[in-house]
């Protein structure tokens, strides 16, 4: 889906402008985006893989929610929007917790160039996975894996074999926010 985003500069503030996603990515033009990490108190983390017909990194493995924020959107309500879009789960603002911000910067087949600032989230999954719906556009299947595996599989790794490649730093800060909750 094509949405209006809104264009940032290389600093992380708003231009003032908005233009297409796909507009943004042909140009490469910082925008925000949002990530949603899901985790349950048995130690285990919320993973999408990414639909067969994603633009970007097509079936790999990815956070639990992902998305881009709208024009005249907060980040917190991008996230609690594309939260119910992917896999059909509503929660309120108070369930997430916010880790920070992050910059990203990928180019792409297609010459699609993502440059991105995440804001991302952590909360506890609060119903069982089949009760998830997932969109099978964005979503191609949910999977519950430990923790302890994840970060066995990603720790340290720039560009983890199956997985969306983010830095160290991110991946670092997640699973170590992670580990604190379980």
Known sequence: MDEIIEI?????KPTGTTALKSE??????????VHLWLYTRMGQVLL?????????????????VAGHILSRETPMEGVLR???EEIGLVLEAQQLEFL?????????????????????????????L????????????????????????????????GYVPHSRTYYKSV??????RV
């Open 24 to 33: 943004a990515h042909k140009h490469g033009w910082f925008h925000p985006t």
């Open 175 to 180: 699973i170590t926010s992670l580990q604190s």
């Open 82 to 84: 594309e939260t119910q």
């Open 130 to 161: 089949n009760e998830l719906t997932r969109d099978p556009e964005e979503v191609g299947a949910l999977e519950l894996r430990s923790l302890l595996r994840l970060a066995e599989e990603l720790w340290g790794m720039a560009a983890p074999v």
């Open 100 to 128: 920070g911000r992050f910059t990203s910067e990928q180019k792409h087949p297609g010459g699609i160039i993502d440059r991105e600032f995440q804001y991302v989230y952590i909360a506890e999954l609060p119903i069982p």
């Open 8 to 12: 940032w500069d290389a600093s992380g």
């Open 48 to 64: 999408q893989k990414r639909a067969a017909g994603k633009d970007t990194f097509p079936g790999l493995w990815d956070v639990s």
